[in-house]
């Protein structure tokens, strides 16, 4: 065969090989359709445009909140357009972010919904949230300053009638997918997967301070000792003041957050009496407390109805997983101080498991003095409520 027949042959089978292979596409043909069927056009805007009790329950907040969150996470945000492709706006980021949140869908779902890739739904969701993190982190959580102490204490004497509480904590699970390679590391006592939260709230049914990420295996006593906030306790860097007299009398006692029996009795944090046969002051005492904790289960309910990306196992990395609690926090704050909250949120949790309290820390007799003061102040005249016996 000479070198022109071969050329030939080799032209000829190029161009057949050409005809058979099927050609690929940028972008999928469900895709290119975006601008025309995506749920930004369709659904968003014209919510956005003409009904805004619908906007509020399809974003989870008002369209002025949506604005005002905007404003400070577009800069951040901006993508610059490029020869290939247009960049994504941040308004688009903000709605697909915010609406896998609040549907609780999976990323899957946003790829067909919003008509972009899987993947490019993950990177947009996971930048923003740890841009809401970053952004908002100082206003929507920041580290309280003594004045802010005060405050919360004023709030929980005037809503649950428990003087000087800085707070209400107790930890939470996280339902996610089983780590790769993880062992038993993110297994609880209940035996699914779980990262753990611990997390202080107000009297105004707002997170205070959060930690998340631990172990699932963690119980609550551990999450509390392993936190920053244990840490600022133990080393006095907190900006706690100092002790103040109970109300109606000159018995002072120390500023405290509250708790449930998993968490160790100590100056600055308090706990039920624990057993079954208890005097009348400590079964007050019991009562009164926790009045005061149910604010951060109350809280939790809150942050679970409204994300309810929370009410599912989360199937992404466990670095992705915090990120989105993380960002569920700061925006549970955002919105409770702009828009408030539906009272029918509080009544469950849905998708946050408590913990066992297995992990009983003994009492420290010290500490255990200012707790009797406070039983002995709820039975007091100047201490007690109508309803209290009748209620324990």
Same mark, same amino acid.
């Not at 999976?106 to 740890?130: M, P, W």
């Not at 993190?133 to 009638?161: D, S, Y």
């Not at 079964?283 to 994300?307: D, H, M, P």
């Not at 009983?360 to 255990?368: D, E, G, K």
């Given at each position: 065969?000479?070198?022109?027949?071969?050329?030939?042959?080799?032209?000829?089978?190029?161009?057949?090989?050409?005809?058979?292979?099927?050609?690929?596409?940028?972008?999928?043909?469900?895709?290119?359709?975006?601008?025309?069927?995506?749920?930004?056009?369709?659904?968003?805007?014209?919510?956005?445009?003409?009904?805004?009790?619908?906007?509020?329950?399809?974003?989870?907040?008002?369209?002025?909140?949506?604005?005002?969150?905007?404003?400070?996470?577009?800069?951040?945000?901006?993508?610059?357009?490029?020869?290939?492709?247009?960049?994504?706006?941040?308004?688009?980021?903000?709605?697909?972010?915010?609406?896998?949140?609040?549907?609780?869908?999976?990323?899957?779902?946003?790829?067909?919904?919003?008509?972009?890739?899987?993947?490019?739904?993950?990177?947009?969701?996971?930048?923003?949230?740890?841009?809401?993190?970053?952004?908002?982190?100082?206003?929507?959580?920041?580290?309280?300053?003594?004045?802010?102490?005060?405050?919360?204490?004023?709030?929980?004497?005037?809503?649950?009638?428990?003087?000087?509480?800085?707070?209400?904590?107790?930890?939470?699970?996280?339902?996610?997918?089983?780590?790769?390679?993880?062992?038993? /590391?993110?297994?609880?006592?209940?035996?699914?997967?779980?990262?753990?939260?611990?997390?202080?709230?107000?009297?105004?049914?707002?997170?205070?301070?959060?930690?998340?990420?631990?172990?699932?295996?963690?119980?609550?006593?551990? /999450?509390?000792?392993?936190?920053?906030?244990?840490?600022?306790?133990?080393?006095?860097?907190?900006?706690?003041?100092?002790?103040?007299?109970?109300?109606?009398?000159?018995?002072?006692?120390?500023?405290?957050?509250?708790?449930?029996?998993?968490?160790?009795?100590?100056?600055?944090?308090?706990?039920?009496?624990?057993?079954?046969?208890?005097?009348?002051?400590?079964?007050?005492?019991?009562?009164?407390?926790?009045?005061?904790?149910?604010?951060?289960?109350?809280?939790?309910?809150?942050?679970?109805?409204?994300?309810?990306?929370?009410?599912?196992?989360?199937?992404?990395?466990?670095?992705?997983?915090?990120?989105?609690?993380?960002?569920?926090?700061?925006?549970?704050?955002?919105?409770?101080?702009?828009?408030?909250?539906?009272?029918?949120?509080?009544?469950?949790?849905?998708?946050?498991?408590?913990?066992?309290?297995?992990?009983?820390?003994?009492?420290?007799?010290?500490?255990?003095?200012?707790?009797?003061?406070?039983?002995?102040?709820?039975?007091?005249?100047?201490?007690?409520?109508?309803?209290?016996?009748?209620?324990?």
């Amino acid at each position: 065969m000479d070198p022109v027949q071969v050329f030939v042959f080799a032209a000829m089978g190029y161009l057949y090989l050409k005809r058979k292979r099927k050609r690929r596409t940028w972008v999928h043909q469900i895709n290119t359709a975006k601008p025309t069927h995506g749920h930004f056009v369709t659904l968003y805007r014209p919510l956005r445009a003409r009904d805004p009790v619908k906007f509020f329950n399809y974003m989870r907040m008002s369209i002025p909140s949506f604005d005002e969150l905007l404003s400070r996470v577009r800069e951040p945000l901006t993508k610059r357009d490029t020869n290939m492709r247009a960049a994504i706006p941040p308004e688009e980021m903000l709605v697909i972010t915010l609406r896998y949140l609040a549907s609780g869908c999976s990323l899957k779902d946003l790829h067909y919904n919003f008509r972009i890739g899987r993947s490019t739904a993950g990177e947009i969701v996971r930048k923003v949230c740890q841009t809401i993190w970053e952004t908002m982190k100082e206003q929507c959580l920041p580290t309280p300053t003594h004045k802010a102490c005060v405050e919360i204490a004023a709030g929980f004497w005037e809503r649950a009638n428990f003087p000087n509480c800085l707070g209400a904590v107790d930890g939470k699970h996280v339902r996610i997918v089983k780590p790769q390679q993880s062992g038993s /590391l993110y297994q609880n006592y209940k035996h699914f997967f779980s990262i753990g939260v611990l997390a202080v709230a107000d009297a105004n049914y707002s997170f205070v301070y959060v930690d998340v990420g631990s172990y699932g295996k963690d119980s609550d006593s551990t /999450l509390f000792r392993n936190s920053t906030l244990w840490n600022g306790i133990e080393s006095g860097s907190l900006n706690i003041p100092r002790p103040a007299p109970l109300p109606g009398s000159d018995v002072a006692v120390p500023y405290a957050f509250v708790g449930d029996e998993a968490f160790g009795l100590s100056t600055h944090l308090l706990r039920p009496y624990s057993g079954t046969h208890l005097t009348v002051k400590k079964r007050v005492f019991n009562y009164r407390l926790s009045r005061a904790r149910r604010y951060v289960e109350c809280t939790f309910g809150i942050l679970s109805n409204k994300w309810r990306i929370l009410h599912r196992p989360l199937d992404v990395h466990v670095e992705f997983c915090v990120d989105i609690v993380k960002c569920c926090c700061i925006l549970h704050n955002y919105v409770r101080a702009r828009d408030g909250f539906n009272f029918d949120d509080t009544l469950t949790v849905v998708g946050l498991e408590d913990d066992a309290n297995n992990d009983i820390i003994a009492v420290n007799r010290h500490s255990n003095r200012f707790r009797d003061a406070l039983s002995n102040y709820f039975t007091s005249d100047a201490g007690q409520v109508p309803w209290q016996l009748g209620s324990i």
